[in-house]
Each structure stands twice: as structure tokens, then as C-alpha cells.
């Protein structure tokens, strides 16, 4: 089942994705609410993954045709992170750890534990946020970043310190909101003939949660210098500081849940028109728009950046005032959608289709 | 017959509505007490002269139409008591039974029974019909009870043979059953005494009135039929529930086992940094 309140998230999430990347990467402008887009879009791959188990297990499937199943789209996913890096960020960034290799990761992980008493999961997830903040200090995460960039050496230690703790996107603390997501949807859609969603409740407890995140931010000027430099980082994303990490799953807990109370469980939505509609395509297509906006941005920057001189990578940064990036951004968004649309009326499939042809 | 006998033999027969209440209220008066564990009583909850077109019967009450008896046997007026029980009762799908014995004539239906006798043996009579009424009414309800409850116990057969994670969030569901299903068996049990009773000896018109009724709506074989459906019913609820226990006592191990194990990753992954953090260097 397709709920338009995923679907509209998804959408947020894209949004952002292609505006920021467009200001950062063309003009180099970092933009603070752009932080949202990753957590909300691997909360979604939590949230997408237990609707997709609930209809296999409702199909009849069995346990080990769906763990087949998952780890081989995780394993493409992985996989597609890693061709990703390779053609988009260039071989050189293929170890940086970019959020498809999270969600491959993500999806692995959710398979082992899928079946396992939701405490447990929630305990995963606790350990997962506290281990961020120790891995970092104990890997001595600065050393490994240049100039605002990840930069390891090709070494079995660095690569897997990346993938574990010091990357763009490391499974810890990341792996928390998938796993998050997962949670939240197993209470939200199994069985919703008889409970009703906890959407109140989620809605309260991601408020607190952002007001505890916002706390700590205020009061980290007060902590002790040991945990103000340690435990507590600042809101930053790279590194995903505890603060940032509260504050965004919080907000991506309410937004989840008012959007389920507010969209779904209002029969006026029901019949998906106007921006629904819009919403409808980028979701079904994210993966695709994923890839496609980056190509999109980042080759025509590569090309122009080898055809005038030794570094490909010369522009990235520095092509564009940010004000002809925005426009670009929204120019993007337009053609995407528009050819999405085409794809979706002509019954063409994206990456999701070559992935469910791959590992179904 | 014309409306003007209609109007004579309404005027001299007489409605009695009776209900089954714990605790009988002030003025109302009991007609009959039922043994302690069913802890009923009868009660009169009002009476009038009947009319020729009666109200249907209300939702728990039942309607005793008392006609006192001819010298002869009046087959019109036989024929207008059965269509005055047959419209007190317009849900009832079947037709009313009728049962003569020793000059009292008896209809029966769901909820309503008329009685054409005469005046000296009507409240014997009348004590022994509300008794039938009251066991043969509490068993229709078990049979509707159950016939409710059979989706369900489809649904939740196969947790008796296995139960996960999944079927966690039914137990509730589970228990509300399972004790439905042991109050509809304590209520069977109470009245089951009272239905299979042996015939009393020596026979009086009432004990045999009551018995023929009996009879003629198979009590006994329907409290068989029931008792043998409460036994899946209890079979496989009383499977869920120990399945369910198992498996809860099973998974509060499993969560220790698996805060041990995710306590002893994170041991190891820290382990794991710290050196590959120093080789690195």
C-alpha cells in the first residue's frame, strides 16, 4: 500500500537534496536546513522496508525468500554506492561513504534484525547513537577531513574506518534512522484494524526530543570543557553530532507522524490530486532522481573543469553564484519530474525497477 | 371468526410481560426464584388485557399470553392465538409449536408463549413455561454467542500451532477470547443440570409440559452440540494461550541474550576502531 504522507516526505526530502547540493557543490553555500534531507530520506528506507515486509508476508512469502530478497537489493544498493561514487564523485571518492552505501548497509542490517522484539531494536539504535561520538574521538575524526572534505588513504583501516565511524555517512551514528523508521512503522501500520497509530504520542515524543537537541545546543557552552569538545560537537552533519542527530530525528518523527495523521487518515487526500500527484512521481522515482540530479549538476562541472585545465574538480565549489544555482536547482527539479512523468506514463522503469528486476 | 369474537376472547385473556433480572426491583413481583447458581429471577414487569394486535416482544422479555380454556375445544380460537403469537414475534423465521396435553394448549415461539387452559391450572402451568423459556432463551443466546466467535477462532487457529513476533501485538485479543469462552461455558454449565434433568415422577401436567417442550426444541441434543463446539473452541484458545506464554517467556531470555550480544559488538567494534585507528597511524 502507498501512503501519500511517505510519498510527500520523500518529495521534501528530494527538494532539499537537489537544492543543496546544487548551492553547495556549484557555489559552495551551505545551507542549514539542508540537513534534513538525509535523515529523512534513510528514516523513509526504514519506514519503506517494513511496508514492503508486511506485504510479503502477506503475500505468503517466506522467511528466507525475504531475506534473499533484501540482501540482494542491499547488496545492489551497496553496490550502486560504490558506481555511484566512482562515475559521479570520481574514483577517487569511491571510499567515501555516501548515504546509498548507508541504505545498502541499512538494508543488511534490517534483515538480521527484523524479527527481533522491537526493545531490542530500540536498544540497537540507542547504541548505535551513543558509539557515533566515541568512535569519532577514538579514530581522531579531524584527521581524516580536509578543508570540509573526507579524505582517507586507500588503506584497509581507513576504508573501513569510513564505513564505520569517520565517513560522509557512517553506519554509526546513521544507522539510526532507518532503524528508526523501521520501529516507528512496525507500531504505526502492523495491525491498523486494530490499534490505532500512535501518531500523538510519536508527534510528542519527536517534539521532545527537538527541544532536548535545541537544550543541549544552548546549554553546551555551559557543559564541562571534556564534554562540551567530546560528547557534544555543535550542530553539525559531518560530523552527525548527537545534537544534530536528536534534533533531526525528532523533527523526522513529527513530521512522519502528523503527516500519517493529517494526510493518510483524511479521506479528503485520498484521491491524490495536484501536488499529491507531484509527490506521487518523485516518490515512486527517488532513487532515480537521486542519481540523476547529481549526474545532472556534477558532470557538466567535471567536463568543464578537465576541458580547462589539469583538475577535473577545479570548479566544484566555486562554478556559480549561488543565485544562478537555485534557479538551476528548481530548473532541475522541473525537467526531472517532467521526465519522470514521461517515464511513468510510458510505463518505463528507473533504477527501483532495474532493482526489483535484479533482486526479485 | 368475526372481529367482534376477536374482541371478546382478547378482553378475557390477559399479556403478562416477564423479565430475567439478578435482583428483582421494589414492588415488582417474582414469579419465579431459579436455583442459586443461576441466580436469576422472574419478575412480572407488567400486565394488561391482551389485544388482537399485540406489540412485537421486546429484547429480553418474555410475553405470556394466558387464555382461559372454552368448555370445548375452539379451533378458531386456537387459530387466533397462534397468529397472535406469530405477530408478537415477526423475526422469528419459524413457526410457532404447539403442544396440547390434557386440555391445555400451549404455543411456543422464541420469546412468546400463549397458553389456553383453564384458570385453576394456568399458574403451575405458566411457572413450569417461563423455567423452559428461561433455559431454552440462555441456550439460543450461547448458539448466537458462538456462531459470532467462529471467524475468529478461523483466524487465530494457526497461533495455537506457532507463535512469533508478529502475533505479539494479539494477545490481548487472545485472553478476551479465551475468557469469553470460559463464561459462555459457566453459563452452560449452569443451566445444564436444569436441561438434561430426568423426568419427574410422578408426573404432573406442568413437569410434563415443561419436558414436551423439551423435546420438541431438542434441548438436549442443541446443549450436546454446543458443549462439543466449546471444546474446539476451548482446545484451541487454550493452545494459543500456552503457545503465547512460551513464547513470551522465550523472548524475554532472547532480549537478554541479544542486549549480551549487541553489549559484546559494541565491545568489539570499539576494540575494532581503536586498533585500526593505531595501525592507520
Known amino acids: 500500500m502507498r501512503y501519500a504522507s511517505i510519498d510527500v516526505l520523500r518529495t ?3 527538494f532539499l537534496m537537489v537544492l543543496v547540493h546544487f548551492m553547495e557543490n556549484l557555489s559552495g553555500v551551505d545551507w542549514a536546513p539542508a540537513g534534513l534531507g538525509a535523515p529523512l530520506f534513510t528514516f523513509l528506507v526504514g519506514v519503506s522496508y517494513r511496508l514492503w515486509l508486511s506485504s510479503q508476508e502477506a503475500k505468503g512469502k517466506s522467511d528466507s525468500d525475504i531475506s534473499t530478497v533484501t540482501i540482494r537489493r542491499g547488496l545492489f544498493l551497496f553496490a550502486l554506492g560504490f558506481a555511484f561514487n566512482i562515475l559521479v564523485w570520481l574514483p577517487e571518492d569511491t571510499f567515501n561513504w555516501d548515504v546509498l ?40 575524526y579531524p584527521t581524516y577531513w580536509t578543508q570540509g572534505y573526507f579524505d582517507p588513504d586507500l588503506t584497509l583501516s581507513d576504508v573501513v574506518l569510513g564505513f564505520l565511524a569517520i565517513g560522509y555517512f557512517p553506519v554509526f551514528p546513521w544507522i539510526l534512522f532507518p532503524l528508526a523508521g523501521f520501529v516507528t512503522a512496525t507500531l504505526f501500520f502492523t495491525d491498523p484494524s486494530e490499534n490505532e497509530p ?24 555551559y557543559a564541562p570543557v571534556p564534554v562540551a569538545s567530546n560528547v557534544l560537537g555543535g550542530w553539525t552533519m559531518f560530523p552527525a553530532t548527537l545534537e544534530y542527530i536528536t534534533g533531526m530525528l525528532g523533527l523526522v518523527l513529527v513530521l512522519f507522524a502528523l503527516g500519517h495523521r493529517w494526510i493518510d487518515r483524511n479521506p479528503k487526500f485520498a484521491e491524490r490530486k495536484g501536488l499529491f500527484k507531484v509527490a506521487g512521481t518523485f516518490g515512486k522515482y527517488s532513487l532515480s532522481m537521486y542519481l540523476l540530479h547529481h549526474v545532472v549538476h556534477l558532470w557538466p562541472l567535471w567536463i568543464y573543469g578537465a576541458s580547462m585545465g589539469e583538475d577535473p574538480t577545479q570548479f566544484w565549489r566555486n562554478a556559480i553564484s549561488v543565485w544562478v544555482a537555485i534557479p538551476l536547482s528548481f530548473l532541475c527539479l522541473a525537467s526531472c519530474y517532467w521526465l519522470l512523468r514521461w517515464m511513468e506514463r510510458t510505463e518505463r522503469g528507473g533504477v527501483e525497477s532495474w532493482m526489483r528486476h535484479l533482486c526479485d | 371468526m368475526r372481529l367482534s369474537e376477536h374482541n371478546q376472547i382478547a378482553s378475557s385473556s390477559e399479556v403478562e410481560h416477564v423479565a430475567f433480572v439478578t435482583e428483582a426491583a421494589a414492588g415488582q413481583t417474582v414469579l419465579i426464584e431459579f436455583p442459586e447458581p443461576i441466580k436469576r429471577r422472574a419478575v412480572l414487569v407488567r400486565s394488561s388485557p391482551a389485544s388482537s394486535h399485540p406489540q412485537p416482544v421486546p429484547a429480553n422479555e418474555l410475553l405470556i399470553l394466558s387464555v382461559p380454556a372454552p368448555v370445548e375445544e375452539d379451533p378458531n380460537l386456537l387459530a387466533w392465538v397462534r397468529d397472535w403469537v406469530g405477530a408478537a414475534t415477526p423475526d ?27 384458570p385453576d391450572r394456568r399458574a403451575a402451568v405458566r411457572k413450569a413455561l417461563i423455567e423452559f423459556a428461561y433455559y431454552e432463551n440462555e441456550l439460543r443466546a450461547i448458539e448466537r454467542d458462538l456462531g459470532f466467535l467462529w471467524p475468529d477462532l478461523e483466524a487465530h487457529a494457526p497461533l495455537a500451532f506457532e507463535f512469533d ?38 408426573p404432573t401436567l406442568a413437569s410434563q409440559v415443561g419436558e414436551r417442550l423439551r423435546e420438541r426444541t431438542r434441548l438436549t441434543h442443541r446443549l450436546e452440540f454446543i458443549s462439543g463446539q466449546l471444546e474446539v473452541f476451548e482446545r484451541v484458545y487454550d493452545l494459543c494461550g500456552q503457545r503465547a506464554s512460551d513464547f513470551m517467556l522465550a523472548r524475554t531470555g532472547h532480549t537478554l541474550e541479544w542486549v549480551i550480544i549487541i553489549l559484546l559488538l559494541t565491545q568489539t567494534i570499539l576494540v575494532g576502531v581503536e586498533l585500526m585507528s593505531t595501525l592507520g597511524k
Open chain 1, 198 to 221: 500512535p501518531t500523538i504520542s510519536t508527534a510528542i515524543f519527536g517534539a521532545v526530543l527537538i527541544v532536548g537537541a535545541v537544550s543541549t545546543r544552548l546549554l553546551r557552552s
Open chain 1, 101 to 140: 552505501t548507508l541504505i545498502g548497509a541499512s538494508l543488511l542490517m534490517l534483515n538480521v534484525v527484523r524479527n527481533l522484539p522491537l526493545p531490542v531494536l530500540a536498544l540497537i539504535g540507542i547504541v548505535a547513537f551513543m558509539l557515533g561520538p566515541v568512535l569519532r574521538a577514538t579514530a581522531d
Open chain 1, 12 to 14: 521534501i526530502a528530494i
Open chain 2, 165 to 202: 513476533e508478529k502475533s505479539v501485538r494479539k494477545r490481548q485479543q487472545l485472553s478476551k477470547r479465551f475468557q469469553q469462552i470460559l463464561a459462555i461455558r459457566a453459563r452452560l454449565a449452569r443451566i445444564t443440570p436444569h436441561v438434561l434433568c430426568p423426568h419427574l415422577h410422578p
Open chain 2, 92 to 118: 422469528n423465521d419459524h413457526k410457532s409449536q404447539m403442544i396440547a396435553f390434557q386440555g391445555a394448549q400451549i404455543f411456543w415461539a422464541p420469546g412468546c408463549i400463549a397458553l389456553v387452559t383453564h
